[in-house]
């Protein structure tokens, strides 16, 4: 045996070894997900083809690889390629969610601190918890980096919320009420989100707020404050859940706005009512509607499914025809737009991966201090918002063009 061979020696040999293969059964992880998220995405197009019978969606190749820096180091990655230029243009096309386009790195601290804050995790554990996802990125931050952070972040939210908006105008708001159920002082406590588009079709954030259940007060606050600060032109829609809150100011504070109920909370709802055995047909059903591409056909897949629920189902068809005014609303703005304004998706998105714990944390942090980290966490998230589809005519919806079935509808001539 070569005596020269320390045991420290096999040791980091082992280690080496191991994270070799961390490194090696990560990339082929993150390769196979892109593989099974584009394979899915032709699979659902692939009833799509044009008038020669060929697909409107097909695999194309891989792009160049690129590395993709993680605590264990760089991953190259050969991401797959995805010819859908065909499709209609108000079907929105491939964009990856497991890999971003300019992704090259992990989440940066200034997603994760804000993420780690509203899970629950102590600012003690911050370093321990970066890390561990970040690797040699977490070097050089300590308690003190992190707390002076925290605090720039705070004046920064503070600003924000005092800017003025004399001179901005949003075509659509997104608005709903998130629930964290942890660092809130009063656990019947939400965090109230709106989110704009404005008149170049791009999203952003345009309020954040705590209120009480959603209550009609607490959005009446929120609204009343943007317009103390010169928001004073009515968006053209707004996008929202059952919330009867939200609608009740919107109808005081901007009442020529329209109504548009979303259609994913719309469909949990009445699946909600239904049988498991029956909840993938009904789906299908309710799918139909707002993928309809008139209103005519939209109601007319709504009517079928009164009559085939109204007897047995009384609850679920209840739920549905409550909405039936606001539901369709859509069809009365441009077809690229549809696929934007008929959900919340914009702000469910964002805060999929913070909402909906059931355990509240001990030691709520302050307020303030919780608002920030939304804040921050939302102006992260907003980096990677795509503009609208079909943006270049948000100015003729602002305008009060009229659109019939997504269609411009034509003037008559003088």
């Given at each position: ?92 096309r ?50 003190t ?13 503070k ?46 954030l ?26 004073r ?15 009740a ?16 909370h ?15 047909k ?46 369709f609303?859509?069809?009365d ?30 030691g ?15 102006m ?35």
């Amino acid at each position: 045996m070569d005596k020269s061979i320390t045991a420290e020696g096999v040791r980091e040999e082992t280690w080496s070894v191991l994270e070799a293969l961390a490194r090696e059964g990560a990339r082929k992880l993150l390769q196979q997900a892109l593989e099974n998220e584009v394979a899915e995405y032709i699979e659902a197009h692939a009833a799509k083809r044009d008038e020669n019978g060929r697909r409107l969606a097909v695999r194309n190749g891989t792009m160049p690889e690129r590395n993709i820096l993680t605590g264990l180091g760089p991953l190259a990655i050969r991401q797959p390629r995805v010819d859908d230029r065909k499709l209609k243009e108000q079907e929105e096309r491939f964009s990856s969610q497991v890999l971003p386009r300019y992704l090259r790195r992990v989440p940066s601290v200034d997603n994760l601190i804000p993420v780690l804050y509203l899970k629950g995790i102590s600012s003690k554990e911050f370093l321990k918890a970066l890390s561990s996802i970040l690797g040699e990125q977490a070097k050089g931050l300590s308690a003190t980096n992190i707390v002076r952070l925290k605090k720039g972040w705070e004046q920064e939210y503070k600003g924000w919320i005092l800017r003025d908006l004399s001179e901005k105008e949003y075509v659509y708001i997104w608005a709903d009420g998130v629930y964290f159920n942890i660092r809130l002082e009063d656990e019947r406590s939400c965090i109230l989100v709106i989110i704009g588009c404005n008149v170049n079709g791009e999203k952003e954030l345009l309020a954040i707020s705590d209120g009480y259940r959603e209550s009609e007060l607490s959005w009446l606050e929120m609204l009343r404050d943007l317009k103390a600060r010169g928001l004073r032109i009515s968006p053209k829609l707004a996008i929202g859940d059952g919330s009867l809150g939200f609608w009740a100011a919107l109808s005081k504070e901007f009442p020529k706005t329209k109504w548009q109920r979303c259609w994913v909370h719309k469909t949990a709802n009445v699946l909600d009512k239904l049988p498991k055995g029956l909840q993938g047909k009904a789906k299908s059903k309710i799918h139909e509607m707002y993928m309809a591409e008139t209103k005519e056909n939209a109601l007319k897949a709504y009517r079928h499914f009164l009559d085939v629920y109204s007897d047995k189902f009384p609850k679920a068809v209840g739920c549905l025809k409550k909405d039936e005014e606001v539901l369709f609303s859509f069809y009365d703005f441009p077809a690229a737009h549809w696929i934007h304004i008929r959900t919340t998706n914009p702000i469910e998105s964002t805060f999929s991966t913070v909402r909906l714990r059931t355990v509240k944390t001990k030691g709520c942090g302050s307020r303030v201090a919780t608002l920030t980290m939304v804040f921050k966490l939302v102006m992260e998230a907003q980096k990677t918002w795509r503009r609208l589809t079909g943006s270049s005519i948000v100015p003729m919806v602002l305008s009060g063009k009229k659109f019939v079935n997504g269609i411009l509808e034509e003037e008559d001539a003088a």
